[in-house]
């Protein structure tokens, strides 16, 4: 579904931040993306969002060479994928609601079905009391419901999210994993990056660890022997 | 039940109005832009509105001389002396009666003195004919049925009987002037027409290009979320478009009541030296294209700005 061959990537003349990152994500797999600082995870997750372009090497996402794709067909793409960004990028100028609206509006989705989803999915993260509310009067840890909610309500076939629960307390940061596993459940590929080795510990999943710009990845023992009592 | 309610609007409390994804509308600028088009507008229209006026005066004049010449019996004869007013009578009626014979000739008009004095009062003023000694020469205006050179000298040389200094008048010289001064006048302001339309372009460009600028994070995030180029640059052109509708809105009536006053301030002046000039249809319809055109061309630059912008984004 998601493949990176002998992928690498530079800004402007400047040193390679990512070099040969190599890996392949299975459809409706969860993934950790870590890290020590500076190793190149947000530039993962800009590949992976294609914010940005490969130096070199080869991106294929849903079975789609991304190099040789056309722009109309990198938005049909795009629009396949979920992102909460670290900083949350929420527009200021409109409310909770539009924001969360904002990616069924990009799909042309009809303003009645607008209207549901995105008041069911703030009723559950929430934030039903503040669906008119400016991001500025939000605090962060609303802010960060809203951009997770704006990520999921198009129900993407991919989930990136960089840092998602950092803002939030134990109660509301658990629901929001859970809702993470369930909408992987219903086949989402989710690519969590994060530095919390409690979140990691607490959920076991396969951790893509970058480091020195390039990637390994590492699974838990216990998810492998889920894996195989799964097929056995 | 609506989304909002009527009266929502207070502090950190977004509106029910959800018009653009974008805030475009709260833009700096946005007065400077209405302003722009409409000053934009407003010159188009005077521009425009002189190209008709010198285009119809032009046609004015040389269809209503075609065909047609003047005869003119200089108030001198060939020796310099100076011909009394019945010696120049006697002479157009000559003239008159030895062309009216003539089967190549329509018309044929002797003027009277006093038509010659209204030719001479816008030089002279209304007192012309208060000067009983001014010598005036005999004027003739003759149409043929088709005119060419050989009738001309034909004529001529007849002419040159009954008085031999006789001058026959073309009005080829003065007219090829004044068609060449009109038709110059007329690409001028035709020029200056274009010259408006492409500095609106360039305006328009420049603002749109300022306003991705400020918005940038914003549009790269559109971009990032999967909206198309198209969904992108519409909410630019549909911004671009009501400015547009306001200031060229603003413009042409300006505009229009600019042709009024001056139809009304230099009409009496004017209407002495040239000839009666009124629109026709077909310039009503362009003068009121125009603020059409303007908002067309505010829509079409803000939306090739944005989508030359976006090509730059990955």
Known sequence: MIKFEHVGMRYGVGPEVLSDINFILEPGSFHFLTGPSGAGKTSLMNLMFLGRKPTRGLISMFDQNINDLERAKLARIRRRIGVVFQEFRLLPHLSAFDNVALPLRILGRPEREIRNNVNELLEWVGLGDYMKSLPLTLSGGQQQRVAIARAVIGRPKLLLADEPTGNLDDEIGLRLMNLFDQLNRMGTTIVIATHSQHLMDKFEHPRMVLGDGTLKINAPKNWIQKKIKGVF | MAFFLPGDKKLGVATGRRRYDLPLNKSAGTGFLVLLIALMTFLGVMALAGSFALG???????????????????????????????????????????????????????????????????????????????????????????????????????????????????????????????????????????????????????????????????????????????????????????????????????????????????????????????????????????????????????????????????
């Open chain 2, 56 to 314: 119809s005066m032009a046609h004015h004049w040389s269809s209503g001389l075609e065909n047609k010449l003047t005869i003119e019996i200089p108030a001198d004869d060939a020796t310099g002396t100076i011909r009394t007013r019945e010696d120049i009578e006697k002479l157009s009626e000559s003239v008159t009666e030895r062309l009216s014979a003539q089967n190549f000739i329509r018309d044929i008009h002797a003027l009277s003195q006093t038509e010659i004095q209204e030719l001479i009062a816008p030089w002279l003023g209304e007192d012309a004919e208060n000067i009983p000694d001014m010598p005036l020469p005999g004027l003739i205006a003759v149409e043929f049925i088709t005119i060419n050179d050989h009738l001309i000298e034909k004529m001529r040389a007849d002419l040159a009987n009954i008085a031999p200094n006789i001058v026959i008048d073309r009005h080829e010289s003065w007219l090829a002037d004044i068609l060449r001064l009109t038709g110059a006048l007329q690409f001028a302001t035709l020029l200056t027409t274009l010259m408006i339309g492409a500095t609106t372009i360039i305006a328009i460009a420049g603002a749109v290009k300022s306003r991705i600028a400020i918005h940038r994070k914003d549009v790269e995030l559109l971009h990032l979320m999967g909206a198309s180029d198209r969904y992108i640059s519409r909410q630019f052109q549909r911004h671009a478009l009501i400015l547009a509708l306001q200031g060229a809105a603003a413009g042409a009536a300006a505009g229009l009541l600019g042709l009024l006053a001056i139809s009304l301030f230099a009409g009496d002046t004017a209407a002495a030296l040239l000839p009666e000039f009124q629109l026709n249809m077909i310039h009503i319809f362009t003068l009121a294209a125009l603020p059409a055109a303007a908002c067309f061309i505010a829509a079409a630059t803000a939306k090739f700005t944005v989508l030359r912008e976006l090509a730059l984004m990955p």
